[in-house]
């Protein structure tokens, strides 16, 4: 049996269904263009807690019970959950899910983590190893910048270039039976790296991942541009959507007309002062979990393939002058009934 | 289809191969009972590096190019790795897989991510997903040192119960077909707390983990303790190993004759000075992918239970107050042939 297609996919021969979704969001991603989609949202940066660390924990604690509430689930009923975060040691994720009784897989693939915890689901359904499986991730604006780079307090100006993160946290369920949008096949991302060294600039460093990861994607899969409806990168920002569509057309590849990304579609840039758009792990999280997937059950959308981007950094690679790996994985994603 | 068992374990209906393995170890590690075992080791902590980040990056790129070699093959006939390691947003393993075309899902599970990436692994390949897999891992004691604990150049003095993180990489290639020992079932461990604060003393943090691990699967897959040679945990060290099989007594379960710990097997505690014995995703890599994959190679052994611990806590989370979270995978290694 061999479900590989080409070098880095492979297809779901029974297609997990994503029956629930839920999303958590803070005060800033509620004031923009995606706030009607959100479940939860809270004008406390803390959430309720005294930490930063501890509010991007219950931002994903407050998420995995939403998604829980609307399956009419108890934790028990859960067979597996795939998450991970942006904290050291992921430790949003392991303090959600402690003392919960769900067997838990630790992911660290920074902004890529939604769609690597889905590509893993994928085939933790597929294969028959679990019937019902949680994919979730998160990240805080206020934790990642003390952590990545300033404290706040300091007030450090960010430059053109640079990507707001994302107050929020986005969680899927995947099940082997149920109604809802469908995922068809999956891509994994190899770790790309082209010497980029501004981490100021993440955009561009995973710009030729994203691009790697989509060509990939067509050609194992046999598959054109315009076989989707959307290709949502998530989170390359203004400055690397622009970088992205660039180096597909120096391919020849026209992806203009059918790419958006979760870093661009989640802040208003004219009003909203993130300059080259959002990003954080919950950047795609809220963006798939609100409105992509509402706008597959709803038939806006028939099929998409939801690419998330991840920046391989950390801030001891970046002071030791190291460049910044990239990574993508993309997951197809069709409506329920195709 | 479904090849789930109870509540946290599955099989793999055809069982994935264990066809080639590969560990890399640092000076005081090779001077300890296992050195035997070892395919690359250095006395110089650096391996060539200027810095103990990128050191740990080569130490599992040497182990990677030594998997390789012995299975004679390149880059691009691999079909996806699991990888991950202490450092922060786990730099190791990202720097490690640049730029080599090897599709890649990052992990964090601390120290039970030999155990994790082999779960994931077996899932990848028993479920067609891929037919060859690499699950690697690796530590490097001053990187951890310095991120964790205290500089080095501190002199800062270790309690009793600390452990020593190891310096070392195993990787272990998992293909659908091939001659070597077999994956036949494997659990997946929850995240458990018992509110244990002391950062130095993970082991005990994590022997509930172990405990609720090794019986939930004994219980799923409906077999005693004495169907193993070994039930091995890695890396509870000396006190964390006493506890768990006082915790495994008080439920009338004799683990003692059977349990071994890769914590304990790793350094000579009369001579090499390690307190509580070894810790660090490195140490249980080095003794599977060293000492017990040739012990079940070589017919030493028949059946183990391979079970990665790991302490999912933070120096932040140390910081705030918080308890240490534990997690333990466990996989079932048969000798080829079985």
Redesign the interface.
């Known amino acids: ?4 297609k080409g ?2 996919s ?1 297809v779901l021969p ?1 297609l997990p269904v994503i029956t629930h979704w839920a999303c958590t969001a803070g005060k800033k991603e509620s004031e923009g263009p995606l706030a009607q989609y959100f479940d939860v949202t809270s004008k406390d940066q803390y959430f309720g807690q ?2 930063w ?2 509010a991007e924990k219950q931002i994903q604690k407050l998420t995995l019970q939403t998604l829980l509430n609307k399956a009419g689930l108890h934790y ?1 009923q859960v ?2 959950a795939f998450s ?1 975060d ?6 949003g994720s ?2 959600t ?14 902004c890529s983590t939604m769609a ?1 915890s889905l ?2 689901a994928s ?2 359904v ?6 019902r499986v949680v994919a979730m991730t998160s990240s805080h604006f206020a934790s990642s910048e003390r952590q990545y780079r300033f404290p706040l307090g300091y007030g450090g100006q960010r430059t053109p270039t640079a990507q707001w993160t994302v107050t929020g946290s986005g969680a899927a369920l995947v099940c ?1 039976q149920g109604d809802g949008p469908k995922i068809d096949c999956c891509t ?6 082209l010497g980029i060294k501004d981490a100021g600039n993440m955009g561009a460093a995973m710009a030729p991942a994203a691009y790697a990861t989509i060509r990939a994607h067509l050609e194992d899969m046999k598959r054109e541009v315009h076989y989707y409806d959307r290709i949502i990168t998530g989170d390359l920002g203004h400055l690397g959507k622009q970088l992205l569509i660039e180096l597909a057309n120096k391919d020849g590849l026209e992806l203009e007309k059918r790419l958006e990304d979760c870093g661009v579609l989640i802040f208003d840039r004219e009003t909203q002062d993130v300059h080259s758009g959002g990003s954080g792990c919950g950047c795609s999280a809220v963006t798939l979990c609100g409105k992509l997937l509402g706008d597959l059950h709803s038939g806006k959308l028939e099929r998409i393939l939801f690419c998330g981007t ?1 920046a ?6 970046t002071q ?1 002058g ?1 460049p910044i ?1 990239g ?1 993508c994985h993309a997951v197809s994603i069709t409506r329920e009934g195709s």
């Open positions: 049996m061999t479900n590989r070098r880095q492979f029974t005294k930490t660390e501890q028990d067979g597996m991970g942006l904290l050291n040691q992921c430790i392991s303090f899910l402690r003392n919960t009784g769900v067997p838990h897989f630790g992911l660290y693939g920074a690597e590509v893993l085939m933790a597929g294969g028959g190893f679990s019937d082997a994994v991302g190899n770790v790309t790296d991840g391989l950094l950390s801030p001891t690679s030791q190291l790996p990574v």
